[in-house]
């Protein structure tokens, strides 16, 4: 019989890691924290400190932005060793407080942030009384299904995201009918956090839904939400986008009109679940490009190099283990303010709450503005 050891060394392919550190090299959270991706894959090989996992702290300091996985040249998956890591923490119940809350209001109330189940369309409130939002779940039928999300549901910040693309789609011409109440978790950051179990579950469930709805196409304005969605849910059944996706076949077909100048330098910081993990890239480029008046300017770290901002693989969730040097989201903040921009733009709801934040604790508050996409969109539309 294997050993525990040689199992999981076969399991995540370890066994073909040649030791080069392009994983840790690339890792955005090894220079500020003792994550050594590296050290993890040839403990794995060896058989070594499997036992003292709980003692690794640093394993939830992870935001699963895949860099490793994408530079490896053996074409190994670091990051699916982490995630595996952090499931085996989790069946020997070492887990962060701040986690297991989450997957317990996952479970409970089908999001993390522990929103009651019967809030989840308040965000519908905010929009003009005469919008008339479908839901396939009170008996409605629309082409496309808007996969609200956790994050837009549950976040007042975030809310303003909901709207805008609501508003946009309106515009766009595009028949769309949301899940309401029914709608719940996709499952993204649950199967991050190593909770495999509860994730197929969620899974599971959306797409029973989906299918009792009849439900073929998909979008969302979460990168986490399209991922999940688009790669982790069964191939072929439905046709997933993303916001950015959908809205730059409308401008393309002549169908969304922006008439409104926004006369301000903006640059655009790509969310890593949205471009590296999915090569999105250039549709939000060509939609904010298409807003007249605007003065658009990349940043440096941009596309494939973007910088990731830690809002991902649970970190919304769990603090670092170790606070030494600035967060990544306030690097981003500053570089984008040096570049001379007024908006610094993302189309992702995780990333607006952390690079809203970075500028506040950064003292970068007054010179830059943080948007969605869909929210700058909704104002050039006038």
Request: hydrophobic share 35%; aromatic share 8%.
């Amino acid at each position: 019989m294997e050993s525990s050891e040689q199992t999981f060394a076969q399991k995540f392919d370890l066994y073909g890691c040649f030791q080069c550190g392009k994983c840790t090299g690339g890792c955005p959270v090894s220079l500020k924290s003792k994550l050594n991706i590296r050290k993890l894959m040839i403990e794995g090989i060896l058989g070594k400190n499997l036992d003292r996992l709980s003692e690794k702290e640093e394993l939830w300091d992870c935001t699963t932005c895949k860099t490793c996985t994408l530079r490896c040249p053996r074409g190994l998956k670091p990051m699916d060793l982490i995630i595996g890591l952090r499931g085996t923490l989790i069946e020997e119940g070492h887990i962060p407080k701040t986690i297991i809350e989450a997957m317990e209001s996952a479970y409970k109330y089908g999001n993390p942030w522990g929103t009651a189940k019967n809030k989840r369309t308040e965000w519908i409130k905010g929009l003009p009384e005469d919008f008339k939002v479908k839901d396939f779940s009170q008996g409605d039928r629309a082409e496309f299904l808007y996969f609200v999300g956790c994050t837009a549901s549950s976040d007042p910040r975030i809310q303003e995201i909901a709207k805008s693309f609501a508003l946009v789609l309106q515009q766009a011409e595009v028949d769309f009918g949301i899940l309401g109440n029914a709608e719940q978790c996709c499952g993204n950051e649950i199967r991050r956090m190593g909770e495999i179990g509860l994730f197929e579950e969620l899974a599971e469930g959306n797409v029973k839904q989906f299918e009792t709805y009849q439900i073929e196409n998909i979008v969302t304005t979460c990168p986490h939400g399209f991922n999940a969605l688009k790669n982790e849910y069964p191939q072929g059944k439905f046709n997933v986008l993303h916001a950015t996706q959908l809205l730059s076949k409308r401008l393309e077909e002549g169908k969304l009109s922006l008439t409104q100048e926004v006369k301000k330098v903006v640059t655009y910081h790509d969310p890593c679940f949205l471009g590296k993990q999915n090569d999105v890239f250039d549709e939000p480029r060509i939609l904010l490009n298409a807003i007249p008046g605007l003065t658009f300017k990349e940043l440096d770290r941009s596309r494939e190099r973007s910088l990731c901002c830690e809002g991902g693989g649970g970190r919304m969730w769990v603090e670092s283990s170790t606070d030494t040097g600035q967060r990544l989201a306030e690097i981003r903040v500053r570089d984008a303010v040096e570049l001379g921009a007024e908006i610094l733009v993302t189309a992702c709801p995780l990333c607006v709450l952390t690079l809203e934040d970075a500028a506040k604790t950064s003292g970068f508050e007054e010179k830059i503005k943080v948007m969605d996409v869909t929210e700058l969109l909704a104002e050039a539309m006038g």
